[in-house]
């Protein structure tokens, strides 16, 4: 599993941050993290083994989808190819309470 970050310290650290938004175009509708990119979880998988993501490399990266899940999926396959990445612990859920 990938590390996690609260969304109140991401909220007070987001600058440091690419966010990448792993949920499905669909999902959207329920609101975004301002500055945060869209791509769903396969994309971002297959963008990261590609090499298309190779500009991010030297930025810590924050996923998130609905709830945890699939941010932690994509953290972890973007560590795995030598990113430096972090999943938002509850994703947007914890985001719009924070």
Not at 78 to 96: D, Y
Request: proline share 1%; with cysteine; charged share 30%.
């Amino acid at each position: 599993m990938a590390q996690t970050i609260s969304a109140k310290d991401l909220k007070a650290r987001k600058q440091e941050f690419a966010i990448i938004d792993v949920r499905e175009s669909d999902e959207l509708a329920q609101g975004v993290i301002e500055g945060s990119t869209h791509m769903p979880l396969g994309a971002v998988i297959r963008n990261a083994k590609k090499g298309k993501l190779d500009h991010l490399k030297e930025k810590k990266i924050c996923t998130h989808c609905s709830a945890g899940y699939r941010g932690n999926m994509a953290a972890d396959e973007l560590n795995k190819v030598g990113f430096q990445a972090v999943n938002l612990e509850g994703g947007f859920e914890a985001w719009s309470k924070a």
